[in-house]
C-alpha cells in the first residue's frame, strides 16, 4: 500500500480517502489474478468432463473381452461338434469299404447283438429277425423332416421291391431319442409310413449299445428346455437273414436307385 499525502485543509481525510482507495485497489488486483486462476481451473475442470477426448474410458476392455471368449467358446463347441460328427462318418465309410466285392456278405464290423422294446411293448432282440432281410433306419420321432422323408423313401422301395421280384423286406425304425419316444410314441408314429414297419425304442443304455453296433452317430441339438433336435447319420442298413451287414445307403438314393440297389445285392447274396 502506497500512501500519498494531499496539501489540503481536510489532509487527513483525503489521506485517508486515498489510502482506502489504493488499498482497495492493491486488494482488487491482487485477487483479480487469484479468481482468475480459479476461473481458468473451474473451466479446465469443466472442458475435462465435457471434451470425451479428455475421458479416460473404462469398461471398454472388459466388454471386448468377453465378447472375444464368447466367440472363441462358441467356436470351439461348433469344431468339436462338426468333428464328433466327421469322425463317426469316416468310420462308418471305413468300414463299408472293407466290405468284399462279388458276393457283397458284409464282413464289416457293422451290426451285432441288442435288445429293446417293440412299439407293441414286447422285447425283441437280432435274432427276432434271423431269417429276413431286413432295412434298418436310426432317426426319432419330433424329426421334422429328415426323418419322414426318409421313412417314407423306405416304405415305397420295399413295396416296390415286393412288387418287381417278390421278395420280402422287413423295414426297421429304431429311435435315437429314448427321451421322448416311448413305446406309444413310437407305434402311432412307425403306422403313419407302413403297416409293416417294425419301431423299436428302449432305455439310454440299450440305445447307446445298438448304435455303437452300427456305428450310429447321434447327438442333441438346438435345447430349449424339452424340446430340442437330434442330428444323427441319415443311413439305411441293409442286413442279410443271418442278420450280417451287407451294405448301407445314403440319403442320396432315390426309391428306384434304392429298391434296385438292395435287389442286386440280394441277387448276388444268393449266387
Given at each position: 500500500?502506497?500512501?500519498?499525502?494531499?496539501?489540503?485543509?481536510?489532509?487527513?481525510?483525503?489521506?485517508?480517502?486515498?489510502?482506502?482507495?489504493?488499498?482497495?485497489?492493491?486488494?482488487?488486483?491482487?485477487?483479480?489474478?487469484?479468481?482468475?486462476?480459479?476461473?481458468?481451473?473451474?473451466?479446465?475442470?469443466?472442458?475435462?468432463?465435457?471434451n470425451p477426448h479428455n475421458r479416460s474410458i473404462r469398461g471398454g476392455p472388459v466388454s471386448w473381452?468377453?465378447?472375444?471368449?464368447?466367440?472363441?467358446?462358441?467356436?470351439?463347441?461348433?469344431?468339436?461338434?462338426?468333428?464328433?460328427?466327421?469322425?463317426?462318418?469316416?468310420?462308418?465309410?471305413?468300414?463299408?469299404?472293407?466290405?468284399?466285392?462279388?458276393?457283397?456278405?458284409?464282413?464289416?464290423?457293422?451290426?451285432?447283438?441288442?435288445?429293446?422294446?417293440?412299439?407293441?411293448?414286447?422285447?425283441?432282440?437280432?435274432?427276432?429277425?434271423?431269417?429276413?432281410?431286413?432295412?434298418?433306419?436310426?432317426?426319432?420321432?419330433?424329426?421334422?423332416?429328415?426323418?419322414?422323408?426318409?421313412?417314407?423313401?423306405?416304405a415305397a422301395a420295399v413295396d416296390k421291391i415286393k412288387k418287381m421280384s417278390g421278395l420280402e423286406?422287413?423295414?426297421?425304425?429304431?429311435?435315437?431319442?429314448?427321451?421322448?419316444?416311448?413305446?406309444?410314441?413310437?407305434?402311432?408314429?412307425?403306422?403313419?409310413?407302413?403297416?409293416?414297419?417294425?419301431?423299436?425304442?428302449?432305455?439310454?443304455?440299450?440305445?447307446?449299445?445298438?448304435?455303437?453296433?452300427?456305428?450310429?452317430?447321434?447327438?442333441?441339438?438346438?435345447?430349449?428346455?424339452?424340446?430340442?433336435?437330434?442330428?444323427?447319420?441319415?443311413v439305411m442298413y441293409l442286413m442279410s437273414p443271418s442278420m450280417d451287414f451287407v451294405k448301407f445307403?445314403?440319403?442320396?438314393?432315390?426309391?428306384?436307385?434304392?429298391?434296385?440297389?438292395?435287389?442286386?445285392?440280394?441277387?448276388?447274396?444268393?449266387?
Amino acid at each position: 500500500m502506497q500512501a500519498i499525502f494531499w496539501s489540503s485543509p481536510n489532509k487527513g481525510s483525503s489521506y485517508q480517502c486515498l489510502a482506502s482507495a489504493t488499498t482497495a485497489s492493491g486488494l482488487t488486483n491482487e485477487k483479480e489474478p487469484i479468481e482468475k486462476s480459479s476461473s481458468e481451473e473451474k473451466q479446465s475442470g469443466n472442458s475435462d468432463q465435457t471434451n470425451p477426448h479428455n475421458r479416460s474410458i473404462r469398461g471398454g476392455p472388459v466388454s471386448w473381452l468377453s465378447l472375444v471368449l464368447l466367440i472363441m467358446t462358441g467356436g470351439g463347441l461348433i469344431f468339436y461338434y462338426d468333428r464328433e460328427k466327421k469322425r463317426h462318418i469316416e468310420g462308418l465309410k471305413a468300414a463299408t469299404s472293407s466290405v468284399k466285392q462279388g458276393p457283397s456278405v458284409g464282413t464289416a464290423a457293422i451290426g451285432g447283438p441288442f435288445k429293446l422294446v417293440n412299439h407293441d411293448g414286447k422285447s425283441v432282440t437280432e435274432r427276432d429277425f434271423l431269417g429276413k432281410w431286413t432295412l434298418i433306419y436310426f432317426g426319432f420321432t419330433h424329426c421334422p423332416d429328415i426323418c419322414p422323408d426318409e421313412l417314407q423313401k423306405m416304405a415305397a422301395a420295399v413295396d416296390k421291391i415286393k412288387k418287381m421280384s417278390g421278395l420280402e423286406i422287413v423295414p426297421v425304425f429304431i429311435s435315437v431319442d429314448p427321451e421322448r419316444d416311448s413305446v406309444e410314441q413310437v407305434h402311432d408314429y412307425v403306422k403313419e409310413f407302413h403297416p409293416n414297419l417294425i419301431g423299436l425304442t428302449g432305455t439310454q443304455s440299450d440305445v447307446r449299445q445298438v448304435a455303437r453296433a452300427y456305428r450310429v452317430y447321434y447327438m442333441k441339438t438346438e435345447e430349449e428346455g424339452s424340446d430340442y433336435l437330434v442330428d444323427h447319420s441319415i443311413v439305411m442298413y441293409l442286413m442279410s437273414p443271418s442278420m450280417d451287414f451287407v451294405k448301407f445307403y445314403g440319403k442320396n438314393y432315390d426309391v428306384d436307385s434304392l429298391a434296385d440297389g438292395i435287389v442286386k445285392e440280394i441277387r448276388q447274396y444268393e449266387t
